[in-house]
């Protein structure tokens, strides 16, 4: 009555840049297997696998990635157990914890956030690689002993 636009052409309008949409794994999702993509992907439930995408990877609060985790960009609030490499901004948000190594262009990190691990930064982070690593495990009686790899 007060508005000549039909209802559809007043919903957004679908941008598509070439490489479809977005990849969401939903909460209480499990999959096992490595996935790699070439859009964005978001993650809420569990995977069991490495995670490739040449866009941006989202860890929701939910999500778990149990695996190497690379992508252009990525921000992460969940869990990841493995080594996250981005070119452009890594970002750990919230509550989150990452058990392995960092590779980022550029890194910003929250005070609530965890990470243990190396971290490399800069142009070059995603393709360093370390030779040779020393690691140190604790024996039965609680000493550190070398261990080799």
Known sequence: MFNSKKKTDMLPEKTSNGNGG???VSAGTTLKGDISSNSDLRIDGTIIGNVTSAAKIVIGANGVVEGNVTGNQADIVGKVTGDVKTKDL???RGECVVK?????GKLQVEPTATFNGQCYMGAGASAVSPVSRNVVEMNKNGQPQAVAQ
Not at 100 to 104: C, I, Q, R, W
């Open 22 to 24: 977005a990849t969401l």
């Open 90 to 92: 890594l970002q750990l």
């Open 100 to 104: 392995g190594n960092l590779h980022a």
